[in-house]
């Protein structure tokens, strides 16, 4: 893995990987055709990489965490967060690969970001990575959003599988997510509170944080929306604890709830000390819809999550009782010797989908985003355009393509239950 690359290219059967078990090589150098040119004389689909594997810091510490017969030792290796990150989605991405029966031929071309911005600007020079098809990541938010820019000038699809934030989205045909916008998360929640809550009493609590409000105005939207169209109307208050302007008792989340009603609480919130203090207080017959932080933020009280029973999103599911699943998992351990990570699932599921949309479109495979839904081991892709007006014109157009499948679960009996 270095600033230049080799491609690995399979037709079913794929050449070493690289992993714990598997020291990283240094890729030779490929001759590649300048940026913007796709249209390649063979029917080879070339996919650049760009995950901050730390190549050399990573080898060393892989090499110091292997016993003597060349298998990892029990104690943890040492490796930064995010070479774990690139490391577990590369094998899940290879594993996927080695078990590609599509028929078409994919070169990948694996770069090393060293999870820095500087590091991926030269990265962008390299031709190689300039006349791929695809460009997959980086994880970092400052270099998502260079390689971003980078992809639709030079019109190569960009796939983000890990950075959600929307703010390098706009007016990007070439952007797919695969990973869901926050949008998604609330949108699953609505849903859910017009399925079985729309009679009952509705807070949207927040704070005068961006972040806070920013989730907070988007359910505000969404109920404001339904109530245009709908003859029988949602019941909600928008309450802002940050308000200084609100009289004294109007300060209170309390002042919001109804006694003997069913009570939901939109907490758009993602303070903790904040969280555990509302959670806390809350009267009995409260629904509580959280943020999608929220299970796995460390200063949450448990005790608390499970009193509330909060409901919340999350886009990653795994079902280990699932024959495909437990296949999935054995195989995985057997050239990797460790059992899978989230993201190696992610891996593994964005490189399925790939070879399904791959296997029907080939070259075209632009088509199969909206058009194609899978459903993976641990992963769902729907894909869909976003279709908005550009600044000055009155003409929609595709901002970019983010995937909108999402889960539902629920904190109960100290246990996290998968709802829809």
């Not at 090589?25 to 300048?34: E, V």
């Not at 078990?99 to 694996?110: C, F, H």
């Amino acid at each position: 893995v270095g600033s230049v690359s080799r491609p690995d290219i399979t037709d079913g059967s794929a050449e070493a990987s690289i992993s714990r078990s598997n020291a990283p090589q240094m890729p030779a150098t490929a001759a590649a055709q300048p940026a913007g040119t796709h249209s390649h004389p063979d029917s080879v689909i070339r996919i650049g990489l760009i995950l901050p594997f730390d190549a050399q810091g990573s080898l060393d510490l892989l090499t110091a965490a292997m016993t003597d017969d060349g298998l990892p030792k029990p104690s943890d290796n040492g490796l930064k967060e995010p070479a774990h990150v690139a490391l577990d989605f590369y094998e899940g991405l290879r594993y996927a690969l080695d078990k590609d029966s599509s028929g078409r031929r994919i070169a990948i071309y694996v770069f090393d970001s060293q999870n820095s911005d500087s590091v991926v600007q030269e990265l962008l020079k390299n031709d190689s990575l300039r006349a791929c098809d695809i460009i997959i990541g980086p994880t970092a938010y400052n270099q998502a959003r260079t390689v971003a820019a980078f992809c639709k000038t030079n019109r190569i699809i960009n796939i983000q599988p890990f950075v959600s934030s929307k703010s390098f989205s706009t007016d990007n045909p070439y952007l797919v997510r695969f990973v869901p916008t926050i949008d998604a998360h609330l949108q699953k929640e609505y849903e859910m509170v017009l399925d079985s809550f729309s009679d009952a009493n509705i807070v949207i609590y927040t704070t005068k944080r961006e972040r806070d409000m920013y989730a907070a105005r988007l359910f505000d939207t969404l109920f404001s929306s339904y109530n245009s169209i709908n003859p029988a109307k949602l019941k909600y208050a928008f309450f802002n604890s940050s308000d200084s302007t609100l009289p004294a008792p109007r300060r209170s989340l309390s002042y919001y709830l109804r006694p003997g009603q069913r009570n939901v609480v939109m907490m758009a919130c993602y303070e903790d000390p904040l969280i555990n203090s509302q959670l806390r207080t809350l009267r009995e017959n409260t629904v509580v819809f959280g943020m999608p932080t929220w299970i796995e933020a460390e200063q949450i009280r448990v005790d608390y999550l499970d009193r509330a029973q909060p409901y919340f999103t999350d886009f990653y599911y795994v079902d280990t009782a699932r024959t495909p699943v437990a296949d999935f998992v054995r195989g995985y351990n057997d050239v990797y010797n460790q059992s899978p990570s989230r993201f190696a699932y992610l891996g593994y599921d964005a490189m399925r989908y790939l070879s399904v949309i791959f296997a029907k479109y080939g070259k075209a495979f632009t088509q199969g985003f909206d058009n194609e839904s899978y459903d993976g081991l641990a992963y769902s892709f729907h894909i869909s355009p976003v279709i908005t007006a550009p600044a000055g014109s009155d003409t929609p157009a595709i901002s970019y393509y983010t995937n909108t499948a999402m889960h539902l679960f629920q904190v109960s009996d100290y246990k996290v239950w998968m709802i829809r």
